[in-house]
């Protein structure tokens, strides 16, 4: 299932425009400790959260905070919306998707409203991460990116 990170790796893009900044600067212990998988966060300059890669949508949690896509070749990818953002029951997100819906990169998936997130005290980090990533390398390309740039590539 991973052979292809073997021989060119796989590129992550961002799902929001933003500055990419390592897990280990995440302010939550179960993303920066990386116990959910490794990956990267994005500070993010607009509330378009869209698609890093090409795949299915797996799940979308009912408070609309985080879903889970897979991708072509089978690697899951989370994205997280915020910190403690689980706790405003979907007031401020607005979803574009549903499970089982392709995508493509670039696809907006979910619209997030940054200035309630900050009216509400809530971090507003993005955060990518890669669940069943525990043999492979991922190298995080940290600074202002575009949706469409690349934030990571596996190895």
């Given at each position: 299932?991973?052979?292809?990170?073997?021989?060119?790796?796989?590129?992550?893009?961002?799902?929001?425009?933003?500055?990419?900044?390592?897990?280990?600067?995440?302010?939550?212990?179960?993303?920066?400790?990386?116990?959910?998988?490794?990956?990267?966060?994005?500070?993010?300059?607009?509330?378009?959260?869209?698609?890093?890669?090409?795949?299915?949508?797996?799940?979308?949690?009912?408070?609309?905070?985080?879903?889970?896509?897979?991708a072509e070749d089978g690697l899951d990818?989370?994205?997280?919306?915020?910190?403690?953002?689980?706790?405003?029951?979907?007031?401020?997100?607005?979803?574009?998707?549903?499970?089982?819906?392709?995508?493509?990169?670039?696809?907006?998936?979910?619209?997030?409203?940054?200035?309630?997130?900050?009216?509400?005290?809530?971090?507003?980090?993005?955060?990518?991460?890669?669940?069943?990533?525990?043999?492979?390398?991922?190298?995080?390309?940290?600074?202002?990116?575009?949706?469409?740039?690349?934030?990571?590539?596996?190895?």
């Open positions: 299932m991973f052979n292809l990170f073997k021989s060119k790796g796989m590129k992550i893009d961002t799902p929001v425009d933003g500055r990419v900044f390592n897990l280990k600067e995440v302010s939550d212990p179960v993303f920066s400790e990386k116990m959910m998988g490794d990956g990267f966060a994005v500070e993010p300059k607009n509330g378009k959260i869209c698609a890093p890669v090409k795949g299915t949508i797996k799940s979308v949690f009912p408070t609309l905070h985080a879903l889970t896509l897979e990818v989370l994205i997280h919306i915020g910190l403690d953002t689980v706790e405003l029951n979907g007031d401020g997100f607005s979803s574009m998707i549903q499970k089982g819906q392709q995508v493509k990169v670039g696809e907006p998936l979910i619209q997030v409203d940054l200035a309630f997130l900050a009216e509400n005290n809530k971090d507003a980090s993005v955060i990518v991460v890669f669940p069943e990533i525990t043999d492979k390398e991922v190298m995080v390309i940290v600074g202002e990116k575009e949706v469409g740039e690349v934030a990571a590539k596996l190895k």
